[in-house]
């Protein structure tokens, strides 16, 4: 593999994206590393003890309370309003960190407390947590006991919990849902939850179905929005179904209602993009900004991830650049696509220097980053970095999600250490995390190159055992009451 070595300089150099050509005679990669361089008080309520009427008591008369007993009240209020303060702001906390199992200890002892008061907006956050954390059981459970503490449900709520179990393609389970909200007249769906249970449909090629919901959404009198289109869109382009992809588009550029707008240029991109099909990427580009349609900071990732895939590295460095000629901000993802880019093809050094670069930035790592560090470690042979980046993706609390779990094991397989990859697999158990197809795949082939059948088969049962579970719990799910 040749030198990538980078330089990170703080010169510039101008040039448009994408119509002007530039020529490198040598460092390609000493140009990315140049252009990384540049770079009034509420009224309190008295809190009252179990059992105690919650009345309000009028003063006899106006005389003065003795100063000793305030202090006494004021302490006592204090004390009470500065817990609930603590555990409230604990908890959306963990929830923004996604940190789920957290969350939920945090919120059964919240709903323990005598001043706890369910709230519609507690329950949102946290269902549509779980869904983005697999946990689609969990979203259920906590729906449930939004319903028995007597919260009306609404289309909003139905729509997260549908989402849920979107996340963890269980179409079943989320088609269960829009059957028990057409039963609600109070939470009839629409156009948004159609459009997410048709991005479950698309990303899982259930095409026959994505049709089915377009001819019920016709029925229900419920017309698709850009989003909507945006979705199928992004569908047909994934499995290479241009002529029906472009049948999508040309509707949009027709209707009054749904015009194709900066995300559908993004999903053309990443179509093209993902596929190593550069010239039809940038032809594109060209006829979105013909169209009116401005490029935005994901437009720009999205080229610099097609262009670092394919070891494009004078083009990488171009759009980096036009990117600080215009004013764009370099952010985590720009920065996960220059990672990912070394991390193939195994370039410790300037993958380093880059995570480098985007700590000095205070650019904050999420768990593609260390996806990414830990991937590039593991293709340099680097197993000790491997080890050095799970553990200071602890320290700074990065969510481990099925991604990252599948990179460490990925990782252990490709240094022959198989009884690591057992440890992590485990832990992955332990923290039920969703265990994908991803998964097995890399054990599998792991202990086929050691030619342990035993260990295969055992595999094959345990996934078979998790089919097997996802499948029962979508069956219980259908059987509940409406």
């Known amino acids: 593999m040749a030198s990538m070595s980078l330089s990170f300089s703080s010169s510039l150099c101008s040039s448009r994206f994408p119509g002007e050509k530039r020529r490198f005679h040598h460092r390609e990669t000493s140009f990315v590393r140049c252009v990384l361089a540049a770079s009034g008080g509420a009224t309190k309520k008295r809190l009252w003890k179990e059992g105690e009427f919650p009345g309000i008591t009028e003063?006899?008369?106006?005389?003065?309370?003795?100063?000793?007993?305030?202090?006494?009240?004021?302490?006592?209020?204090?004390?009470?309003?500065?817990?609930?303060?603590?555990?409230?702001?604990?908890?959306?906390?963990?929830?923004?960190?996604?940190?789920?199992?957290?969350?939920?200890?945090?919120?059964?002892?919240?709903?323990?407390?005598?001043?706890?008061?369910?709230?519609e907006g507690t329950y949102m956050k946290l269902i549509v947590l779980l869904g983005k954390s697999g946990q689609p059981n969990r979203a259920q459970k906590v729906f449930d006991e939004m319903l028995e503490e007597g919260l009306e449900p609404t289309a909003e709520l139905y729509t997260a919990l549908l989402g849920a179990y979107c996340r963890s393609n269980l179409i079943d389970g989320a088609f269960s849902v829009l059957e028990r909200m057409k039963s609600l007249p109070q939470c009839q769906p629409d156009v948004y939850t159609y459009s997410t249970l048709l991005k479950a449909c698309v990303d899982a090629s259930l095409f026959d179905l994505?049709?089915?919901l377009y001819r019920e959404m016709d029925e229900r009198l419920i017309t698709p929005n850009t989003v909507t289109q945006n979705i199928v869109l992004s569908?047909?382009?994934?499995?290479?179904?241009?002529?029906?992809?472009?049948?999508?588009?040309?509707?949009?550029?027709?209707?009054?209602?749904?015009?194709?707008?900066?995300?559908?240029?993004?999903?053309?991109?990443?179509?093209?993009?993902?596929?190593?099909?550069?010239?039809?990427?940038?032809?594109?580009?060209?006829?979105?900004?013909?169209?009116?349609?401005?490029?935005?900071?994901?437009?720009?990732?999205?080229?610099?991830?097609?262009?670092?895939?394919?070891?494009?590295?004078?083009?990488m460095s171009s759009v980096m650049e036009y990117m600080r000629k215009l004013e764009f901000p370099w952010t985590t993802s720009t920065y996960n696509n220059i990672i990912e880019a070394f991390a193939d093809v195994g370039d410790a050094?300037?993958?380093?220097?880059?995570?480098?670069?985007?700590?000095?930035?205070?650019?904050?790592?999420?768990?593609?980053?260390?996806?990414?560090?830990?991937?590039?470690?593991?293709?340099?042979?680097?197993?000790?970095?491997?080890?050095?980046?799970?553990?200071?993706?602890?320290?700074?609390?990065?969510?481990?999600?099925?991604?990252?779990?599948?990179?460490?094991?990925?990782?252990?397989?490709?240094?022959?250490?198989?009884?690591?990859?057992?440890?992590?697999?485990?832990?992955?158990?332990?923290r039920e995390c969703v265990r994908d197809s991803r998964t097995f795949e890399i054990m599998v082939e792991a202990y086929e190159k050691e030619g342990m059948n035993d260990k295969i088969y055992y595999l094959e049962q345990e996934r078979q055992k998790v089919m097997d579970h996802h499948a029962a719990v979508t069956k219980e799910e259908e059987n509940l009451p409406g």
Not at 256 to 283: H, Q, R
Not at 357 to 362: D, K
Not at 392 to 415: D, G, Q, R, W
């Open 235 to 315: 569908g047909y382009g994934r499995v290479g179904r241009f002529d029906q992809m472009e049948k999508v588009l040309s509707d949009m550029l027709v209707s009054t209602s749904c015009k194709p707008d900066v995300w559908t240029m993004n999903i053309i991109l990443s179509v093209f993009g993902n596929m190593g099909k550069i010239d039809m990427m940038e032809s594109w580009y060209e006829k979105f900004r013909n169209f009116g349609i401005e490029p935005e900071t994901r437009s720009f990732n999205i080229l610099i991830g097609a262009y670092g895939k394919k070891r494009m590295y004078d083009k």
């Open 59 to 119: 003063p006899v008369n106006p005389r003065r309370t003795p100063m000793k007993n305030v202090k006494k009240k004021l302490d006592r209020r204090s004390k009470a309003s500065g817990w609930v303060n603590t555990v409230t702001e604990t908890l959306s906390d963990l929830i923004a960190k996604k940190q789920w199992m957290q969350a939920l200890e945090v919120f059964e002892m919240l709903r323990e407390q005598p001043f706890y008061q369910p709230k």
């Open 349 to 430: 050094k300037n993958m380093e220097y880059t995570f480098d670069q985007m700590r000095s930035e205070g650019m904050k790592a999420d768990t593609k980053t260390f996806c990414c560090l830990i991937n590039g470690y593991a293709n340099a042979g680097l197993f000790h970095k491997v080890i050095s980046s799970v553990q200071l993706a602890a320290k700074f609390e990065i969510p481990e999600n099925t991604s990252f779990y599948n990179a460490v094991i990925s990782a252990c397989a490709k240094a022959d250490d198989l009884i690591e990859m057992e440890r992590v697999y485990m832990r992955m158990k332990e």
């Open 210 to 212: 994505v049709e089915s």
